[in-house]
């Protein structure tokens, strides 16, 4: 493969350790063997650096990630990993069969479109004190496929929960094999192991979850993974670290 003096160049990562859609892009990059810069945004730290004007030039979202690569800034996790893959060498992370590279795309649009925006760091702010139970509650959601009928819950969780449920534990039932289609590494994968430590960060019971909890477990005991963990990143806090 040719590659340009542009492509030579290290790409940067402007992320946050515990950002799933940071971790993603991160994971990409370590699956490809590809070398890459990070520089810390802080969600939390002065209002949310990502708020900044100076960053806000990087990606006008003001949300990570942004990442500078072969002259260009791209932004979307998504995105951003397919990019990875259709210019690096190394492992495909969207299948050549497209039937398959279909369900890794539906799988992947799934969680970072249907589960994991409800649980992110701008709407559990804007819960307070219900943000346990929000996030609990959606991921539950996203993972099984259920509707709620009490009563006893507020309205907003009741609304939102008539929304056709994406159901991640029965598809994967049917398109797993080592792994979330079939048994090569994908960008599906990619997405779950970071939306399964939120689960657990907002202690949801995984153990209704079988095919999602081997899954999880399988994939964080390979390299690419475990080096790509929010607990050992350049921001994580050291009382994080592990």
């Known amino acids: 493969m040719h590659l340009s003096l542009v492509q030579l160049a290290k790409p940067v990562l402007?992320?946050?350790?515990?950002?799933?859609?940071?971790?993603?892009?991160?994971?990409?990059?370590?699956?490809?063997?590809?070398e890459f810069d990070q520089v810390p945004v802080n969600l939390i730290k002065d209002?949310?650096?990502?708020?900044?004007?100076?960053?806000?030039?990087?990606?006008?979202?003001?949300?990570v990630p942004a990442v500078e690569i072969d002259g260009i800034t791209l932004s979307q996790s998504l995105a951003v990993i397919q990019y990875i893959d259709e210019t690096r060498p190394g492992p495909r992370l969207l299948p050549a069969d497209p039937k398959k590279r279909a369900q890794v795309r539906m799988i992947s649009d799934l969680i970072a479109s249907g589960i994991q925006p409800l649980q992110n760091l701008y709407v559990i702010q804007k819960m307070g004190a219900e943000k346990m139970q929000w996030a609990q509650h959606f991921i539950d959601r996203?993972?099984?496929g259920w509707r709620v009928s009490s009563t006893s819950q507020s309205s907003r969780y009741v609304t939102l929960s008539h929304l056709s449920p994406p159901a991640l534990e029965p598809?994967?039932?049917?398109?797993?094999?080592?792994?979330?289609?079939?048994?090569?590494?994908?960008?599906?994968?990619?997405c779950?192991?970071?939306?399964?430590?939120n689960a657990e960060r907002?202690?949801?019971?995984?153990?209704?979850?079988?095919t999602i909890k081997r899954l999880n477990q399988t994939l964080r005991e390979i390299e690419a993974f475990r080096v790509s963990h929010p607990s050992c990143q350049p921001d994580t806090p050291e009382e994080l670290r592990g």
């Open 14 to 34: 402007h992320g946050y350790f515990r950002s799933s859609c940071s971790w993603r892009v991160r994971i990409a990059f370590a699956l490809k063997g590809v």
């Open 142 to 144: 996203g993972f099984q």
């Open 47 to 63: 209002g949310g650096q990502q708020l900044t004007e100076q960053y806000k030039t990087l990606n006008p979202m003001q949300q």
């Open 171 to 190: 598809i994967l039932k049917e398109t797993s094999g080592t792994y979330c289609v079939d048994d090569e590494i994908s960008m599906a994968d990619i």
């Open 192 to 197: 779950l192991v970071p939306q399964v430590y």
């Open 202 to 210: 907002f202690k949801v019971d995984l153990e209704k979850y079988p």
